[in-house]
């Protein structure tokens, strides 16, 4: 397990007793900024929010929480595929795509910031995203499946992008609309 591994551990371990920060849905305006470049100097905050942003997303639950959708518009992200019982959270700061398949698959996603509201996307099948660690080091990983749509799907967050973006006009409206009338009825 690398350095980074074991620091993405703890900020997740500490989110058992961090409070949720609120996951902010469409229209707010920050969910369609693109979001800017982390500096050395933001991450000492950053580590302090963390906790917080897992909490945030393993009670909603989801699998991936990128900054925006918290109100921050900084480029990073989390992303965990693994069970409660064997977490494997990974923390992206300035993720960037550096290749992807030509080949397309698509999956059904939804998103912390529509919630209850689903759809199938086409994303490139596979990818190589690089990203800096908390600590500063420069990653590289392959990714595919759920684990690649996801990385694809909190980086388009921080591109201001939500998935419903890559419907036709009438589906993203239809979603936005019934999102709309849900959050009007709680």
């Known amino acids: 397990m690398t350095h980074a591994a074991n620091t993405d551990i703890s900020f997740s371990a500490a989110s058992d ?9 469409p229209p707010h305006p920050v969910l369609r900024q693109k979001a ?5 100097e933001d991450v000492a905050d950053i580590r302090k929010i963390l906790p917080s942003m897992f909490s945030a997303m393993y009670q909603a639950p989801g699998i991936g929480l990128a900054a ?8 990073f ?23 992807e398949t030509e ?14 509201q689903y759809a199938e996307v086409v994303r490139p099948e596979k990818i190589r995203v690089r990203w800096n660690t908390i600590n500063g080091d420069v990653m590289e990983r392959e990714a595919e499946g759920l684990l690649a749509t996801c990385i694809q799907h909190e980086i388009d967050h921080l591109e201001g992008v939500l998935f419903v973006d890559h ?15 849900e959050l009007k009825r709680k």
């Open 17 to 25: 007793g961090a409070a949720p920060l609120q996951i902010l849905t």
């Open 36 to 40: 800017r470049l982390v500096k050395p």
């Open 68 to 75: 925006p959708q918290v109100g921050l518009s900084q480029r």
């Open 77 to 99: 992200l989390l992303v965990d595929l693994g069970e409660k019982d064997a977490r494997d959270p990974i923390v992206m700061i300035n993720p960037e795509v550096i290749a």
């Open 103 to 116: 080949d397309m698959a698509a999956r059904e996603e939804g998103c912390l910031s529509l919630p209850n």
């Open 167 to 181: 419907l036709s006009a009438l589906r993203r409206n239809m979603i936005l609309r019934r999102l709309a009338k």
